[in-house]
């Protein structure tokens, strides 16, 4: 059974750093192919992919903030990670980890969201 | 690749039968899914590569389309069908999704 996790700050100041953990289980991060995605929401807004990574380190992120994010992986501790750099109000909403069966593929298992709010 | 989804909102009575468009920038052959967001939940697949079912996914739900347009049909609509569905593309970094169209109750 797959599951996946969320969990981070909850609030933060602008220019601050987000860190995002995303902990899963029923499926190792090693295995070929498999891939885990970060997606966020602002609040009553749509989907928007941030990053992805792969089983052999692979990488890709959203060229609009690449300059800002970086994702990377905990694979014997089941975690995905992802970092924002100086946040500002337009980062506020729900974070989503989620799995793919291939990295480049859709997202089959959602963990149930983590909100960050950034606010002085 | 820009997705563009409409209507934005369509309103229908349960039991209709409805579809809903998912239009692509440029050819992405059939690299689109479709997802159901329910309030204050996390999006669930309905849909992968246009038209392969999911398991789990109540068989009203279809999709269909390739290279640029793209349709999700929902046969007989249930009531705990109302809420936003997603189109999201797989065809080339970066992924992206649609605006997402809000179904609701008439």
């Known amino acids: 059974q797959v599951t996946l996790k969320e969990s981070g700050p909850g609030i933060l100041q602008p220019s601050q750093t987000l860190s995002l953990t995303c902990s899963f289980s029923g499926f190792l991060l090693s295995a070929s192919s498999v891939g885990v995605g970060w997606i966020r929401q602002p609040s009553g807004k749509g989907l928007e992919w941030l990053a992805t990574i792969g089983w052999e380190d692979v990488k890709h992120y959203n060229p609009s903030l690449k300059s800002r994010l970086t994702i990377s992986k905990d694979t014997s501790n089941n975690q995905v990670f992802l970092k924002i750099t100086s946040v500002d109000t337009a980062d506020t909403g729900t974070y989503y980890c989620a799995h793919s069966e291939d990295y480049s593929d859709y997202f089959d298992y959602w963990g149930q969201g983590v909100m960050v709010t950034v606010s002085s | 690749i820009m997705l563009t989804q409409s209507p934005a909102t369509l309103s229908v009575t349960p039991g209709e039968s409805i579809s809903l468009s998912c239009r692509a920038s440029q050819s992405i052959s059939t690299n689109l899914h479709w997802y159901q967001q329910k309030p204050n939940e996390s999006p669930r697949v309905l849909i992968k590569?246009?038209?392969q079912s999911i398991s789990g996914i109540p068989s009203r739900f279809s999709g269909s389309g390739s290279g640029t347009d793209f349709t999700l049909n929902i046969n007989r609509v249930e009531p705990e069908d109302f809420s936003v569905y997603y189109c999201q593309q797989s065809n080339s970094w970066p992924l992206t999704f649609g605006s997402g169209t809000k179904l609701e109750i008439k």
């Open positions: 590569y246009a038209s």
